[in-house]
Structures are given as C-alpha cells and as structure tokens.
C-alpha cells in the first residue's frame, strides 16, 4: 500500500504541492490527472526522490517503508518504480549491463541472492516478450538513440523485470502513437496483480482506455480536487478541466 | 632588439601634448618598451613573424592627411548612413555626415579628451588587455584621436553607425591608431561597423583598439571590414565587456591585406549574457591571418558562440587560436567555438588551437576545428548536374562562407561583402547573386 | 636513512669526495643520491656495457646540463616545489641475487596485495591468461616467464641490460632512432641514467603468439626510476605489449622519466597498452610520483601501424604524450587515452601524429575525467606536413567534470600544409549528469555505483581497445580512484 499524507513539496521556495493526501491499496490502479503544470510530474520525481525538491511537510509510506526517509536507490529496493516522462540516455552503458546492475542491486538490498548471467537473460527474454521489445535493443546504449515509443516500452521492459509493488507512470503516454500505446498498456495490464499498485499520470483519458483505473484524481494547482471512479476521466474529457472547478465551486 | 625604433615610438608618445589620457599613455609606452616585438618564440605570436616591422621606424602621419573621395568611395556603403571618415588617423569632417541621434551621443575621442575627459574615464582601454600586447600596448600610447559612441539608458541607435579607417601612408612608413569606443547604457540598442580600408602600397601599420561596453539588457551589433592595401600590416584589438541580459556580437571579415592579425575579448560579467564571434577570412598569394581569440565566462547563465573560417588559396597562411575560459562558479555556462579552415591549394597552410579552460563542473563546452579541401562528395555531386568544375568549385567556398555571411546584419555590409567573396571566385558568372 | 633533502645534500656534499673513488667499486648496490659523470660511468660500468653505449650516455648527460627543466605555462607553480635532481639516487639494485624473488612466488606481498585489490592476481594472471612477465623491481630484471615459447618463433624479449649484451646490433641501431637523446629535459636524463627496461624484437613476418607484458614499481626510497623500452617491429610482424605500474604508498616524491621508442617497420603492427596507477599523494596532494614520461612510435614502414592506448590513473603529476611519426606511405597512428585525476593530481597528457607519408591516417580518442582538485589537461598536436596528401585524422577530446573544485583543458594544435587533408577536432566538456544518476538510482542502483557505471560508460570507446583482462583491471581501477568522490 502506498500511503501518501498531507504531501508539500517546493522547488527553489516556490510550493509546487500543496498538500496531498493519496492511498493506493495492494492491486489498485489510480490515475492521476490534470493540466499541464498542476504538479503531477512533480508528484512523480518526488515520490522516486528527486533532490531537486524539498519536501517541507508531509509523508510517504509504501509497504510501512517510510520513503522519504531513504535515498532514490533504496526506494526503489524497497518497491517503488517510476516510468520517467524522459527518460534519460546513457552513452557506452549497455541496457543489459544497466539492467542486470540494477537487479541485482536490488536484489542485495532485499538479502536476495543474484541473479547469475543464464537466470538473468532467461528473465530478459520472457519479460522483453510481454512489451514486444526487441532484444537487440538492450545491447545499445542505455535509451540511446531509442524512438520516443522504443523509450517507452523499455520503461515497461524494466517495469516488467524489477517487479516493483509500486508502480509511477509519468505520462507514458505521451509521444505515442496509437499501436505503441496499446503494446505499453497491455504490458502494464499483464502486470497488474493483487499485491502491485500502479498511480498512471496523465493528461489525456486516452490510455485509460486501455488501463482502466479503479479511481480518478484530479491535480489542479498542487492539490487534488475531486476523486471519482473512471466515469470521472470521461467527464473531463469532454468537459475539460475548467468544469471541474465550476462544479467544485457548485458544490461548495 | 637593437632597432631606434622603439625609441621613436617612445619620442612620439611623450610628445602628445597633456591632457586626461597622459598617465595612461606613460605606462603604455613603458610596457611596450618593456615587450617590444615579441619572437616567434613567444606562444601569443608563434604564428606572426614581426621581423618586417620591428626595426622599421615609423612616423607619425602627416596631420595634414585627406582622402581622395573618389578612391574611398568603393569602401562606402549606403550613401545614407551615417559615417566618419579618417584618413591616416586624421579626421575629415568634409566626408564626415554623422551627428548625434537621439540618445546616441557621437563625438571624436580628441574633443572629449580636451573637453570632458571624465567622460572617457574608467572606459577608454579599461577593457583591451593593452598589458598583454604590444600592438594594443603600441595603440594606447600613441592614441589621440577616434570615436567615442555612448548611447544612453532606454535608447536605440536608429541606423548603424559607420567609421571608416582609411590608410594611405607615403614615401616614409607611418603608424596610425585607429580607436573606437562604443558605450552602450542599460536597456540600449546599437549597430557600429568599422572599415579600415586603402589602396596604397606605402608601408603603413595600424593598430585598431575597439572597446565595446554594455551595461544590462543591450544588444549591441559590431563588424569590422578590413580591407587594407598591399603595404599595411593591421594588428588589431577588439575588446567586449558585457552586463547581464545582454547580446554582443562582433564579426571580423579579413578580406585584404599581406598581414591581419585581430586579437578578441569578450568578458561575460553580468548572467545571461551572450556573447557572439565571428569571423571570415580570405586570403590569397603571401596573405598572413591571425585570429586570436579568448571569451571569459566569469558568471553563470551565460552562452557564447564563436565561428571562425578561413578560405585559403596559393602559399596564404591562417593560424587560428580560441580559447573558451570558464572561471570557478561560472556554472551553466553553455559555449561553442568551431574554426574550419578551407585549403584550395596544396601550398597553403592552416593552424587551429582551440583550447578550452574550465574551473566549474555543470558546463556545456565544445569546441570543433576542422582543416581540408572542399567535400570532393559535394563536388562530384555538382559536376554530375552539369555544374563546371570552377563553378562547382565557386559554389561551394560561397556555401562556406555563406554560413558567416548569413549572419551580418546589415544589408548592404553583407553585399559588399558576397560581392568581394564572389569577384574573389572563379566563374563567378555561373554563381547566382545572394542577397 | 634521513628523508629531508636539505640534509641528504649535505651529506652527499660530505662524501663526495668519496665519490669520485666510489666509481670503480662495482661491487656497490647503490650510489649515493646525486648525478655527474662519475655516477653515469659508474651505471656503465656496472652493467658492463660497451665503450659506444657508456659515450653515448655520456653525451646525452653533457647535452641536459644545457638544457632548461620546462615549466608548462598552464601550472606555473605546482605545490611540490622544484625537483631537486641531486637528491635522487640514480641507481640501486636489490641486495643481492640470493635475495632476489625467484619466481612470482617470491614478489612482496604488498604488491600482491595491490593487485589483488584490482582483481587480478598476478600469478593468476600469468598463468591463466598466458602473458610473459618481466617483472622490474627497483632498476633490475628479475623475473621472466614464457621464453622459451618466444624463443620459438624468434621472439626477442628481454631486460634492456641483456639486450645490451646479446643483441648490441639491434640495440645499436635502433636507440635514439625514434627519440634522440637531446630530444627534451626528461629523455636527455633518461638516456644518460637510465638503468634498464624491457627490449622486443619481432622478427619479419611473425605474429608474437601472446600479449607481452611486464610490470614496474618504484619501491627504494629516492630511487628515481629511468626505466628504457624499446620495441621493433620487424615487416610483417604484430606485437601487443602492456605496460602496467603500480606503487604502494610513499611519503617522497619521486621521478619517474621513462623513455618508450616504437619502430614499426613495413607492414607491420605494434599495440602498446598502458595501465598507470602510480601513488598520487594524499588528498593536500603532499606524496606521489612524477610521471615525466617519452613516449613515441615511428611507423617507419609503409602500411605500418603503431596504437597507443592508456589509462592514467595515478601519479601527482604526469606529463605524457605518446606520439606517433607517420612516416611511411599509408601508415597509421592511434591514440586512445583515459586520464582520471582527484585529489590534487594533475596529468597533462595527449600526443603528437605528425603525418609525412601518403595517405596516412590518425586517431585519437581522450577522454579525461577530472574529480576533487583534479586538473585534466588535454594537450596534443595534429600535423599534416607538405608531402603527406590524402592524410586523414579525427579527433575526439571529451572531458568530464565531478565536483566544483576541479578543472578540465583542452589544448590542441591542428597544423596542416596540405590541401588533400581531412583533419577534424572535437570536443566537449560536460558534468556527470544529475539526471543520469537519478535515473540509476531510481531503478535501484546506489549512487557510487551509478557514477561508476557513467564513467565507465563514458570511457568505454577507450577501454574496447585494451586487452580483455586489461580493461577489466581498468574498470576496477576507475571505480578504485574514484572512491569518496561522489558528493
């Protein structure tokens, strides 16, 4: 469970969250959704640690890990997985040299034995199978002149082989076309289950279509202003996020 | 050295009668002494051989000096646009057109001197790096005249300003100074281009000094045309101290001349500058260029591009040397400096120092030098569309220095210069006219 | 033994009279510290060497008392004051053969140590990875291995003072030949002092059937260390030789001024790779070798190809610039370099390739890495003279920065006087990416881990041109020198 209370985060001593309050029950998928600025990217860095901002109040607790006592790395070991909006290159770093660092980085961390080269690109190529990712890809550069869609599948691809209890998706959506978008959501479909949690970021309903979320938030302005089940992402497709704030107005 | 010279110089400086600059004339004339013509043997000037000049004696020119109009006239650019005329370091108001624009105060720097010299203070050769130097050493001893162009807070230069530096020498050498201070306030705009021109095969050296000052928030716009006669060995200083939030820009276009060496400075003082150096070369027969330039990152935020090409045809020689200096906490600096150089004989010779120093990790620096003949690729492409190989040829040093050309502002300094480009070219006639 | 140098001078001054009577008693391990031509027969004589090597020396020793120590512009005062050359001892020898290490077995266990810490195992390495040793400690041969397979294919490898025995006529005609013994400050000293080294012949048309490699240590208290290499290529032939240095820690600083000659001869192939972890200092930079080293290849013969590839992790200072001579029509020169520098190290390292010969072609790929007080100067010249048409060279020269303390330079001269040439420069500088290690970090990997992997990934184009086992003690050696930089 991925417990998130009265979360304030700042950049440069300007907030950029203003109070979060979020639980993400084992098997549940949450999305998140909001304009463009509203903070949910922020959300995202934060919850995987990103030292650029400083949390002024608040808490995360996934698991009865509290993360925001232990750097990114540890996060990670103790379950937590970001899908990056960019994610990053890494020139002369191979993927399956990164890929089979981290696991078994991970693995250390959790007082697993690792996995040696046979058990590891056995798991390779099961896991690259689920996102059609192909293999040759993972002797490249880490996101090395990847297409923005080949990026994104490899996030799931290593989304699939960490086998986090927490999953982040930072607008993987984005940059998509429409194929490429079916493939990343059926990888994350395959990979829902009753003990992992997954918090999709987007800004457009469109890949709710394809992973249907149990809950829908709305981030407007550093704070989540309604929360309602998927029919709510419909709503806002076709009302736009101003309605959201008339009706909250309406509400009040 | 055992040449009288530069006791000549030493006579000529201490002979300028008294006035606000005096001191600084003292010490300039004792550094000078002190360096004198430095060997080859010295890194600055390893690819600069001053033996022709250094034990000739050169005089002060004749104060009495005026310009043929007729045979400047090639050297103009718009009829229209304001210019000052020197002719030999003496000014000539009968072709002379500029006055002041609004908020742009145009004056000779010999009136201010005798006037109101506290208006020179802390700028005139504040910036140029005369200690390190011993043209620029050479200029600020011996300067008594130029101009002096201060535009103030909020102002715009309306049209650019042109000063146009005629040599033309005589029997005997001469030695001129040519001097150029542009002050620009916060929040003003301006355009300077400078010609330093001449036809003359007198034996003539000139040391140009331009100092550029921005205060916050200027964009200011500087080209330098050299165009000397067959006698004249120009060593020029060009100096630019930028505030924050500024653009700066300086381009030398060498096209004539047996010698052209130009030292650039550009200090980035105030965050969010952006300093720009550009520079084209021509040289044919015997022709000597030098670039040196060195662009001071002192503050974070700041960019800086600097390009530099030279085309060089028959035994010409180019030595280009850039160095991109980051200083401690000048993080985020982002800097790019290229030097190509383009070879169209097999007895010319090209030299690059790109050098990069930098004391701040998060940086963005590259440099790139590249030396060689034209893409034989791109040329087999052209012949194969019929295009002759001259023209074919032509075409291509156009497209190179096109890439510096593009840049220059005004439009008829861009025509001068693809024009003189185009003359300089073979088959020209094949070539379509770029405006 | 004292380690002030003010009072070694002194007594140095006390016995130097002794010394001059000191020449003739070879029996002498040592000679005390200080340098005359009394010193220079002395070695001579000691390593029994013939009259033209002895004036040869000789001569070289005449020529650097004219000559100036340089003083790079760009650190004009380094912290360790000057080098006082009269304090250094310029020739000692272990005790006596009997105490001599036999075999690997015998090797101080320090130095094991060390390279155990690298991960590699010297008797491992030797036995498991088929390379022929030739150990140095101090300025003595005492170790080799696999001769007899080299003899086989008529393979010459050996100490420099065998070869002086054996092989006078090759060692005759080819030292100088590539560096002359006037040719700078450091290589005039090594030629008049140098005490021994390795020599490789290769004769014409063989393939040397394994990597060559011998490893050097300083390890006597002021013992400066000249070591001499030489190495020819015969036509035809192909050698690998790695070259790997380790120190263990020392409060002196010490001089090392090596010389490297290469002769490539038609057709012909030399690899020459160099690890160098020398002790650096301690973190105020107090400690730590000087590595003056010469280091140059000439590919005499036409289609000869000579690569020089390093990784410099050590020493408090270290100017090196292996160079290569394109001499002959379609030759080739490359250069691969990883210098990394930390506490207060500074290397300043590149090369020359001086194209006189058609079609010949250069490479070079640099990549520095500056952490702490680190300074990392990238110096190097391209020159393409008049006769060499169609020469071709690329240039890539990336520096990358960790911390705010450090600095990185680049200093290239790119000469061309030919207009058949393709010559292009790169360069970048940047800093490790923040975003980088955040990403690493995010998929679990620790931060110095992640910095490691960048590293590593940055200079991988340079450790793909070492030996399989080399680049592996590479990679250990960047993770090892780059412990406690990560902020």
């Not at chain 1, 192909?134 to 960490?162: C, T």
């Not at chain 1, 086998?163 to 982040?168: H, K």
Request: contains cysteine.
């Amino acid at each position: 469970m991925l417990q998130i209370t009265n979360l304030h985060a700042s950049i440069d001593d300007q907030p950029i969250l203003r109070g979060i309050d979020l639980c993400i029950k084992d098997g549940e998928v949450h999305s998140l959704m909001g304009p463009n600025g509203s903070g949910k990217s922020t959300l995202a860095k934060v919850l995987a640690g990103d030292e650029a901002y400083e949390i002024t109040e608040g808490s995360i607790v996934l698991n009865g890990h509290d993360l925001l006592e232990v750097d990114p790395h540890e996060r990670a070991a103790a379950g937590l997985f970001m899908a990056f909006q960019y994610p990053v290159e890494i020139p002369g770093v191979t993927m399956k040299y990164f890929l089979r660092t981290a696991i078994n980085s991970i693995r250390k961390n959790r007082g697993q034995d690792e996995l040696d080269a046979y058990e590891f690109l056995s798991l390779v190529k099961e896991r690259a199978a689920m996102v059609e990712l192909d293999l040759d890809l993972l002797d490249r550069p880490v996101n090395g002149g990847f297409s923005g869609g080949e990026k994104k599948r490899a996030e799931i691809f290593q989304m699939a082989m960490l086998e986090p209890t927490a999953c982040i998706l930072d607008e993987t959506d984005s940059g998509l076309d429409i194929d490429a978008l079916k493939i990343v959501a059926d990888g994350v479909n395959k990979m829902r289950s009753p003990e992992r949690s997954f918090l999709v970021i987007t800004h457009y309903q469109r890949l709710l279509s394809y992973i249907v979320p149990d809950v829908v938030h709305v981030l407007v302005d550093g704070r989540i202003i309604r929360t309602g089940d998927k029919q709510l992402a419909l709503e806002l497709e076709e009302h736009g996020y101003a309605w959201v704030e008339q009706k909250n107005a309406v509400d009040a | 050295m055992t040449t009288n010279q530069p006791c000549t110089f030493s006579d000529r400086s201490k002979a300028i009668a008294p006035d606000g600059f005096t001191a600084r004339r003292t010490e300039a004339i004792d550094r000078f002494q002190e360096i004198l013509w430095p060997t080859m043997r010295d890194e600055a000037w390893r690819y600069t051989d001053t033996r022709p000049i250094a034990s000739v004696e050169f005089a002060a020119a004749d104060p009495a000096s005026t310009a043929d109009l007729e045979s400047i006239a090639p050297f103009m650019l718009d009829d229209d646009m304001p210019k000052i005329v020197f002719v030999d370091g003496v000014y000539q108001a009968s072709c002379s057109t500029a006055s002041n624009m609004p908020g742009v105060h145009i004056d000779r720097i010999a009136n201010v001197l005798a006037s109101d010299p506290q208006r020179l203070a802390d700028r005139l050769s504040a910036h140029a790096d005369w200690q390190d130097d011993p043209a620029s050493a050479l200029s600020t001893a011996l300067l008594t005249d130029g101009v002096l162009v201060e535009i103030e807070d909020g102002a715009s230069m309306r049209e650019p300003l042109h000063i146009i530096f005629v040599s033309q020498g005589g029997p005997d050498p001469i030695s001129v100074h040519p001097r150029v201070l542009v002050v620009a306030g916060n929040n003003a705009k301006g355009t300077v281009i400078e010609s330093h021109v001449g036809t003359s095969e007198h034996t003539i050296l000139t040391t140009p000094v331009t100092e550029l000052i921005a205060g916050n928030d200027v964009r200011l716009d500087h080209y330098r045309m050299v165009r000397e006669g067959e006698g004249t060995w120009h060593l020029g200083d060009l100096a630019l101290h930028q505030g924050s939030n500024t653009e700066v820009s300086s381009c030398v276009l060498a096209f004539d001349g047996p010698v052209i060496r130009t030292r650039m400075r550009g200090t980035l003082a105030g965050e969010h500058g952006n300093a720009i150096l550009h520079g084209l070369a021509l040289g044919h027969g015997k022709r000597h260029i030098e670039n040196l330039l060195r662009v001071n990152h002192m503050v974070p935020n700041c960019r800086s591009r600097e390009a530099f090409k030279h085309v060089l045809e028959d035994n010409a020689t180019a030595a280009f040397t850039g160095r991109i200096y980051v200083a401690e906490g000048a993080q985020k600096t982002d800097a790019v400096q290229t030097n190509r150089n383009l070879l169209l004989s097999s007895t010319a010779r090209s030299t690059a120092r790109p050098q990069l120093e930098i004391y701040a990790d998060d940086v963005k620096c590259t440099h790139g030098a590249t030396a060689g003949e034209l893409d034989p690729e791109a040329m087999f492409y052209l012949q194969a569309r019929g295009v002759p190989t001259e023209a074919a040829r032509s075409m291509l040093v156009q497209a190179f220095a096109g890439e510096i050309l593009d840049d220059v502002a005004p439009a008829s300094l861009r025509a001068q210069a693809m024009m003189l480009l185009r003359n300089r070219l073979p088959a020209a006639e094949h070539l379509a006219v770029i405006e | 033994m004292t380690t002030d140098p003010n009072a070694m001078l002194d007594q140095w001054a006390e016995q130097s009279d002794y010394r001059w009577g000191f020449v003739t008693d070879i029996e002498a391990d040592t000679v005390p510290p200080g340098l005359d031509e009394g010193v220079i027969r002395f070695i001579s004589a000691k390593k029994n060497e013939p009259e033209w090597l002895l004036e040869w020396r000789l001569e070289a020793y005449r020529h650097w008392l004219t000559m100036d120590e340089p003083e790079w512009a760009h650190f004009p005062d380094h912290p360790w004051g000057p080098i006082d050359y009269q304090a250094i001892s310029y020739y000692s020898a272990p005790k006596s053969d009997e105490d001599r290490p036999k075999s690997l077995d015998e090797v101080d266990p320090k130095l094991l140590e060390t390279y155990e810490k690298l991960g590699i195992p010297l008797e491992e390495r030797a036995a498991l990875a088929g390379v022929a040793v030739d150990a140095v400690f101090d300025s003595v041969s005492v170790a080799t291995t696999f001769r007899d397979k080299l003899k086989e294919h008529g393979v010459i490898f050996c100490s420099f003072s065998e070869a002086v025995q054996e092989h006078p006529e090759l060692v005759k005609q080819y030292l100088g030949s590539v560096v002359p013994a006037n040719d700078n400050y450091f290589a005039a000293l090594n030629s008049a002092v140098f005490t021994d080294g390795s020599f490789v012949y290769i004769p014409k048309g063989v393939r040397c059937p394994m990597e060559l490699s011998t490893y050097f240590r300083i390890n006597a208290l002021n013992t400066g260390q000249f070591e001499r290499t030489l190495i020819v290529a015969d036509d035809d032939a192909y050698v690998s030789y790695l070259e790997g240095c380790t120190a263990p820690m020392r409060d002196e600083n010490q001089l090392h001024a090596a010389v490297v000659e290469l002769v490539a001869l038609e057709n012909s192939e030399i690899k020459y790779s160099t690890i160098q972890n020398w002790y650096p200092g301690d973190e105020n930079g107090v400690g730590g070798i000087f590595n003056f080293v010469t280091k140059r290849g000439l590919c005499k013969g036409n289609h000869s190809h000579i690569s020089w590839t390093q990784v410099e992790t050590g020493s408090a200072i270290t100017w090196k610039y292996p160079s290569c001579i394109l001499k002959g029509d379609d030759s080739i020169g490359e250069f691969y370099s990883v210098a990394l520098t930390n506490m207060k190290q500074q290397a300043d390292t590149g090369t020359k390739m001086i194209h006189l010969g058609k079609n010949t072609r250069s490479n070079i790929v640099s990549k520095g890495i500056s952490a702490g007080h680190g300074q990392n100067t990238y110096r190097g010249m391209v020159n393409i003279r008049r006769g060499a048409t169609n020469a071709r060279n690329y240039t890539q020269c990336d520096s990358m920065l960790m911390g705010e303390e450090c600095g990185a330079h680049t200093f290239p001269v790119i000469e061309v006087s030919n207009d058949s040439a393709q010559v292009e420069h790169e360069a970048s500088t940047s800093k490790i990416g923040e975003d980088q290690i955040f990403y690493c970090n995010q998929r679990g990997i620790s931060p110095e881990d992640a910095v490691s992997m960048i590293v590593n990934g940055f200079c991988r184009e340079v450790l793909a041109e070492l030996p399989m086992e080399f680049a592996v003690e590479a990679r250990k050696l960047l993770e090892v020198s780059l412990e406690d930089s990560v902020g």
